[in-house]
């Protein structure tokens, strides 16, 4: 089965079409940009400026998809593969309970982070997560690594941050690092890039490359941001045979249904969970509780107990969003605990009263008590 070997089409791809066969499907092909109301797809032999598919889901760059004529004999996309991993966020707007899917078939999910500009830890680590959950392999790449006044000290701190993640430094300048991260991306594998603006992702991707794919643009010396030169998801083919997909600089990353890249990003939180005394335990004041024992001799950080409160609030919050079942279910416990208290309360104070009218009788014996 021939298909677009440049944009990471191998003989795993072709055994992917061979499991899932569609009426009129007549060739492979994968999407290489997805524009407002049109999808750039690579077949075997050329590019295709193709409408979006009439029925079904809406593909993402990266998908593979199945290419075919539509009713009127014009080439069309007439079906999208299942995705083998996905990259997704919450939608920017926040009372959205909806995931926008960055990019698809991604085998490593590349977080820039530049040597130029204060490390967000929190932004890290809730990148890492989402990388985690989709399926691929999160890879950190530090960018800028030419200023060496500066770069050691960040390099320490990610290796700290990204417990378990491979960290990779690089000087697209000077061309250092590069072939360490094509090492990582399997033969035909897609790499994508995360990273704010002015993070030096493009000025990367020129180098990957080895020839001029994106426009540079100046960052501002006050606050190390920079404007937004890519502004589209693309593939991009790679000598060797590998792809790259950019990504436009990501302001925000809200996490979507991400408990199995919690698991990896946290998972020496959950081995302490199983120390504590309390299996209900809620990590706050109760004794025996191992979190807060971590805490206080040094062995966790609060920082990174309160950034797991946090995105652990954040899903939490997106899944009564997104649930209306749950949503319900949350309304109706914390109205039936308000109800319990009420109760409790009034009870406590009936009992007072009987107790004190027991304790007037003067005879010592305790009161038959009415029921109530």
């Not at 820039?112 to 990388?131: G, I, Q, S």
């Not at 005394?277 to 979190?291: L, T, Y």
Request: glycine share 12%; hydrophobic share 40%; net charge neutral.
């Amino acid at each position: 089965m021939a298909g677009p070997v440049h944009y990471g089409f191998t003989a795993r791809t072709a055994a992917l079409f061979d499991a899932h066969p569609m009426p009129g499907g007549e060739e492979p092909g994968r999407v290489v940009r997805v524009d407002r109301n049109r999808v750039l797809v690579a077949a075997a032999a050329e590019l295709w400026h193709l409408p979006y598919p009439a029925r079904g889901e809406v593909p993402a760059t990266g998908d593979w998809v199945w290419l075919g004529a539509n009713a009127a004999g014009e080439p069309a996309v007439i079906g999208v593969l299942p995705r083998e991993s996905a990259l997704s966020r919450k939608r920017a707007f926040e009372a959205s309970s909806e995931s926008q899917v960055l990019g698809a078939n991604v085998d490593v999910v590349g977080v820039v982070v530049p040597v130029d500009r204060p490390l967000t830890h929190n932004r890290l680590e809730r990148t890492l997560v989402a990388a985690w959950d989709s399926g691929a392999t999160p890879l950190v790449i530090i960018t800028k690594a030419d200023l060496a006044d500066i770069a050691d000290d960040v390099v320490g701190k990610v290796i700290l941050q990204a417990a378990g993640v491979a960290v990779v430094t690089t000087s697209a300048e000077q061309g250092d690092g590069l072939d360490e991260v094509l090492a990582h991306v399997p033969a035909g594998g897609t790499l994508v890039l995360l990273g704010p603006s002015g993070a030096g992702k493009s000025t990367l991707i020129n180098a990957l490359a080895g020839h001029h794919v994106q426009d540079v643009g100046p960052v501002r010396s006050g606050d190390g941001k920079g404007r937004h030169t890519t502004t589209a998801r693309e593939l991009v083919p790679l000598p060797g045979g590998a792809v790259l997909m950019d990504t436009p600089g990501v302001r925000g990353f809200g996490l979507f249904d991400a408990d199995d890249g919690m698991d990896e990003m946290f998972g020496d939180l959950e081995g302490l969970f199983g120390r504590c005394r309390f299996a209900d335990c809620a990590h706050d004041r109760e004794p025996g509780c191992a979190v807060q024992a971590a805490l206080a001799d040094g062995a966790l950080e609060m920082r990174r107990w309160e950034s797991y409160l946090k995105l652990q609030r954040e899903l939490a919050a997106l899944n009564r969003r997104h649930d209306a079942a749950a949503r319900r279910a949350y309304q109706r416990e914390w109205h039936q605990k308000v109800v319990v208290a009420g109760k409790s309360q009034r009870a406590a104070e009936r009992y007072g009263q009987e107790m004190a009218r027991d304790r007037a009788g003067g005879d010592g014996k305790r009161g038959k008590r009415k029921r109530s």
